[in-house]
């Protein structure tokens, strides 16, 4: 049974069940993200970058298809449970390097 980080980020609490209507789900692809704060909300935009370049030569705009809102207590839990779903696969399956030029450079990790 795979572990839910969102449970598990809260650990040493009590844990509540919350039932899920996922009828309105909607499934996006992002190999990019910009993250701006405001004294209240942290906002995450994510797209998908092609890094192709056009005929002119100039680099592709990023495409930008969602935009994620949260309060800081919210982005904060969303923290922790994505670092502890990180290191799970890391643990699985090796370290990731998310320095491109360095995976590029035989640096190990998944790309």
Avoid: C, W
């Avoid at 643990?91 to 360095?102: A, C, N, Q």
């Amino acid at each position: 049974m795979q572990e839910d980080p969102t449970q598990s980020a809260n650990a040493g609490q009590q844990m509540m069940q919350l039932p899920v209507d996922i009828s309105d789900l909607k499934t996006i692809y992002a190999n990019f993200f910009r993250v701006v704060g405001t004294f209240e909300e942290l906002i995450i935009d994510t797209g998908l970058h092609t890094q192709q370049q056009t005929a002119q030569g100039t680099m592709e705009p990023v495409r930008l298809n969602a935009r994620l809102v949260l309060n800081y207590y919210t982005a904060k839990r969303l923290l922790l449970a994505l670092q502890q779903a990180v290191s799970l696969h890391e643990r699985r399956f090796g370290l990731i390097e998310p320095d491109v030029r360095k995976r590029m450079q035989g640096g190990g990790g998944i790309a």
